[in-house]
């Protein structure tokens, strides 16, 4: 009896020492990637898988994910750009900088959009007058060319009016003036937008407010925005931005229904026939869409303020809107241009004025 007892004891001392030494199993891995696959003694809660919150506005929910998703191709590349014609980045940056861009002391930062990713550019112009660009790929380069319209030589205007009576002075004293264009075209139309009717720095501060709701940033700067996340606004969202009803409604219902990147496909002439059909959108409008984002130089800034003013200033009365068209009329394909000069000269004083001519 004592042996049958010693025998139990020893064999069940044998088993709880196999099971106690036995070494715990992991989990096999889930084939859910937000399953908790954390090793044993260690502290790790399930990730929860991305969702989007109803409650937030799509523009928000798509730059918070783009601000957490890692930029590829973070190394940098030098190219030497040569411009066609007379430039200067100097001259050309003067108020340009917005919620994307800054132009200071004669160098051009941006933060950029390329084939889905948030990249960023930098353009400085050299003594000889080759403009350096650092981007982090060739579309980053191909950004900068067209964004600084540095192929698109403009000697043919600076020929035809260095006499001009009213551009020959500004022509010759800064005549390597070229507008900077915007990012997208769906930028340049909200630019449109925001610009009616209303004093250009509190345009701009409109602009600059809805880009930063609704876009990525990097290093302080927002990409342009997309026809896309101009689109997901509401009107009332938009005016939470003071941006007007009208004025809101006509952005939103153009973003959602026009791809304004094609636009850059046609003639000049058939984009603005087309932009202007549109409610909501004048010659005016027109023109800094044209200018500013297809990067043409044929179609004017028809009706703008600092026009109308100068026509009031020549002609010694008030002017009706239409009227100051006529300041345009002589400059045929360069009107665009012509327009950009006139309000530079204006601005610094180099459009001969009757009262400074009497004087």
Not at 77 to 86: D, E, F, H, W
Not at 308 to 321: C, D, F, H, N, T
Request: charged fraction near 25%; glycine fraction near 10%; aromatic fraction near 4%.
């Amino acid at each position: 009896m004592r042996n049958l007892l010693t025998a139990v004891v020893v064999c069940s001392t044998l088993v709880f020492a196999a099971v106690a030494g036995q070494a715990p199993q992991p989990p096999a891995p889930s084939a859910d990637p937000y399953a908790n696959n954390a090793r044993p003694g260690t502290l790790q809660f399930p990730l929860a898988a991305p969702h989007r919150d109803a409650r937030r506005h799509p523009a928000q929910h798509r730059r918070s994910l783009s601000r957490g998703v890692p930029r590829l191709g973070c190394s940098m590349i030098r190219a030497v750009l040569s411009p066609k014609g007379p430039y200067s980045l100097r001259v050309s940056g003067r108020l340009a900088g917005d919620a994307c861009r800054v132009v200071a002391d004669g160098t051009f930062r941006s933060t950029i959009r390329v084939e889905g990713r948030i990249e960023r550019v930098r353009a400085v112009q050299r003594p000889d007058g080759q403009i350096v660009v650092d981007a982090e790929s060739d579309g980053g380069v191909e950004h900068v060319r067209f964004v600084l319209g540095l192929d698109d030589d403009h000697s043919e205007f600076l020929r035809r009016f260095a006499k001009d009576d009213l551009l020959g002075e500004t022509v010759r004293r800064i005549r390597g003036l070229r507008p900077v264009r915007t990012g997208t075209v769906a930028q340049s139309l909200l630019r449109a937008v925001a610009g009616q009717l209303i004093l250009a720095k509190r345009a701009r501060e409109i602009e600059r407010s809805i880009i930063r709701a609704c876009t990525p940033e990097l290093d302080g700067l927002h990409a342009a925005p997309t026809c896309r996340e101009l689109g997901d606004f509401s009107p009332a969202q938009l005016a939470r931005h003071d941006l007007g009803a009208r004025r809101a409604s006509a952005l939103v219902r153009i973003c959602r229904a026009v791809e304004l990147e094609r636009l850059k496909q046609l003639p000049t002439e058939a984009a603005a026939e087309r932009l202007g059909r549109e409610r909501g959108l004048g010659p005016w409008s027109v023109g800094v869409v044209c200018l500013e984002g297809l990067g043409r130089f044929e179609r004017g800034l028809l009706r703008d303020l600092g026009l109308i003013k100068l026509a009031s200033e020549l002609w010694g009365r008030r002017v009706e809107a239409e009227e100051a068209d006529a300041l345009l009329a002589p400059y045929g394909e360069w009107a665009g241009l012509a327009s950009v000069y006139l309000l530079a000269g204006r601005r610094q004083g180099l459009v001969p004025l009757p009262r400074a001519r009497a004087a």
